[in-house]
């Protein structure tokens, strides 16, 4: 694991938005694993104003989302798509047709998981998986867990999961309690991960990702078994890392 600490978040959203579009230089066609939640946000920012400098086309590029929530109306502003559309979708130069965002609102829930993993597997592998991490260290909505679903598949939130969300919405009831989220195995297929990682309420999360056991009951541990992760961390998230 390559691991960067920044003082300063210009660095930080700069460093997370360069190797995107460095990526897309390379190789105009890539494949880019996305993620929702405040950490990518300021990097997607970045992104656009890198687009509209001239500096980064996403026309040939494909992307899947990680997760989505079950039952929530896909033009709810708390979807993730209408999240994506907002804050990168709707200002870059992607084909609307190559976004791929698992469908929360499928009527056989278990159809849809198994076609998000067939249109990953004709479309894959992705070539950068980018990745925040929950405080209690889900990855995707992989929650820790004496099992973990190498799959596709539909998870019950926790509670702490939830109430963490909860900002986004009018109330906690209003959280959905379930989403659809790939599985450990499809991340871990990305041939590289970006994780990015902001404020002190990670820094538990983090150190225990990056410096404890491989557990299931810390996700995002499993990422030290993936031969190419990049972690960018900001002074709070890295204030316990050795
Ligand atoms: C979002 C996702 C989640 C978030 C995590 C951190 O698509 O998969 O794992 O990355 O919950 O959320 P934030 O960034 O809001 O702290």
Known sequence: MN???????????????????SLLQSNPKAVLGLATGSSPVGVYAKLVEMHQKGLVS?????????????????????????????????????????THIPNGNAADMEAECLAYDKMLEENGPVDLQILGIGSNGHIGF??????????THVVDLLED??????????????VPRQAITMGIG?????????????????????????????????????LQSHP??????????GKWLK
């Open 228 to 237: 190419n992760v990049i972690v960018l961390v900001d002074e709070g998230a």
């Open 186 to 222: 499809g991340i871990l297929k990305a041939r590289q991960i970006l994780l990015l990682v902001r404020g002190a309420g990670k820094a538990e999360a983090i150190r225990n990702a990056v410096e404890g056991p491989i557990t299931t009951q810390c996700p995002a541990s499993l």
């Open 3 to 21: 691991i960067l600490k920044f003082n300063s978040d210009e660095d930080f959203v700069q460093t997370g938005a360069n190797l995107i579009a």
């Open 58 to 98: 996403f026309s040939k590029a494909t992307s899947f989302n990680l997760d989505e929530y079950i039952g929530l109306p896909v033009d709810h502003p708390q979807s993730y798509r209408s999240f994506m559309n907002e804050q990168l979708f709707n200002h870059i130069d992607i084909d609307p047709g190559q």
């Open 142 to 151: 992989n929650e820790p867990d004496v099992n973990l679903s190498s799959k």
């Open 161 to 174: 999961t939830r109430e963490a969300n909860a900002r986004f919405f009018d109330s906690l009831d209003d």
